[in-house]
């Protein structure tokens, strides 16, 4: 069974304070770690897909990378329109169903 | 942004009573999915497509049922609506032809069951 596990569950950070979110992940044959950003009362935002460990994708001030047990979203000097819910969720060999983990509510402060 | 919409986007309903969600999208990929979001829960899949009259369940189907018969509409059908069916319900499509796996959401129908 796959499993996903993000944390921290929520991160205050000050405007500029940059840091990182971690999904932790078991899966049977990865197929795809993926990234979204969702906004309160809004579906996710695709982010990124991530496919082999070592690989990176960055955009704007956000930056994703992977290992073979977990992934790491690094956020650069955030500004508070960072403040999001950022799921992480996993592929694996077999099926087509995404395995979500339960989200990490950033909010930056101004 | 991916072509997806959902219809309706809020709805009020009743123990008992029937109820169809639909999810329109205008990108021409093969596959589309019914997930639900809950509080202290991550998404979960309800039942997923991969073409036209092509269904499958998902983790969470008890309760559930779907229907495909164009490329472009994916309906999800509460045949007996409970409260425990009160969820946030997205739609969403992907087209791993290309080996891109990436599923684009829509914006999600919020239904409450009273």
């Known amino acids: 069974e796959d499993q996903v596990t993000q944390s921290p569950e929520a991160l205050r950070l000050q405007e500029g304070e940059s840091s990182s979110l971690n999904c932790s992940y078991t899966v049977s044959g990865l197929r795809g770690l993926f990234w979204y950003r969702q906004d309160p009362g809004k579906g996710p935002e695709f982010l990124f897909t991530?496919?082999?460990a070592g690989e990176e994708k960055e955009k704007e001030r956000l930056k994703a990378t992977l290992t073979k047990k977990e992934s790491f979203l690094h956020i650069t000097a955030p500004k508070p329109e960072d403040s999001a819910t950022y799921l992480c969720a996993v592929r694996g060999a077999g099926s087509y169903q995404l395995t979500f983990g339960k989200g990490t509510k950033l909010s930056v402060i101004p | 942004d991916a072509g997806i919409t959902q219809s309706p986007r809020h709805k009020v309903t009743e123990t008992g009573t029937p109820v169809t969600l639909r999810c329109h999208q205008t990108e021409n990929h093969r596959y589309m999915y019914w997930y639900r979001q809950d509080p202290g829960h991550g998404l979960r899949l309800i039942h997923y497509?991969?073409?036209?009259?092509?269904?499958d369940k998902g983790e969470v189907s008890d309760g559930y049922s779907v229907s495909r018969s164009k490329t472009e509409d994916f309906l999800l059908t509460l045949e007996s609506a409970t409260s425990s069916q009160t969820s946030v319900y997205f739609c969403?499509?992907?087209?791993?032809?290309?080996?891109?796996?990436?599923?684009?959401f829509g914006p999600g129908t919020r239904l409450l069951v009273l």
């Open positions: 497509s991969y073409g036209v009259k092509d269904t």
């Open positions: 969403a499509i992907s087209d791993p032809s290309g080996g891109q796996e990436t599923q684009y």
């Open positions: 991530l496919y082999s």
